[in-house]
């Protein structure tokens, strides 16, 4: 079942996502993160493997590409805001 994550889940799921650039958006409940690439053929790489997690997890990012730039943002519609699924996709998407 998902759910909005706790006060007490915040601090501990969120609290290493902000050290690794993550940040809390300023209008809603989500998370979002720039991700800078060496041209748009690394960019769209890799958001061609995230899209494949994204797809086996049932769980999708809003983001936009310009050129080698990809801006992430994270949040489960569902519930309307963080889950632990928007943590688990935000790690995943550091580690690819
Ligand atoms: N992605 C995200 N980020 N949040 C959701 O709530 C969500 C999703 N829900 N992907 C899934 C699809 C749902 O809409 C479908 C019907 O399973």
């Known amino acids: 079942?998902?759910?909005l994550l706790s006060d007490t889940a915040r601090k501990t799921v969120l609290e290493p996502l902000y050290k690794t650039g993550?940040?809390?958006a300023q209008d809603?409940?989500?998370?979002?993160?720039?991700?800078?690439?060496?041209?748009?053929?690394?960019a769209f790489s890799w958001m061609t493997r995230a899209a494949l997690w994204a797809e086996k997890w049932n769980h999708h990012p809003e983001w936009f590409n310009v050129y080698k730039t990809v801006q992430v943002t994270?949040?489960?519609?569902?519930?309307?805001?963080?889950s632990a699924l928007d943590a688990k996709l935000a790690r995943k998407l550091d580690s690819l």
């Open 1 to 3: 079942m998902t759910e």
């Open 22 to 24: 993550w940040q809390l």
């Open 28 to 42: 809603r409940d989500a998370i979002c993160k720039t991700f800078e690439f060496k041209d748009f053929v690394e």
């Open 74 to 82: 994270l949040s489960t519609h569902d519930v309307g805001g963080l």
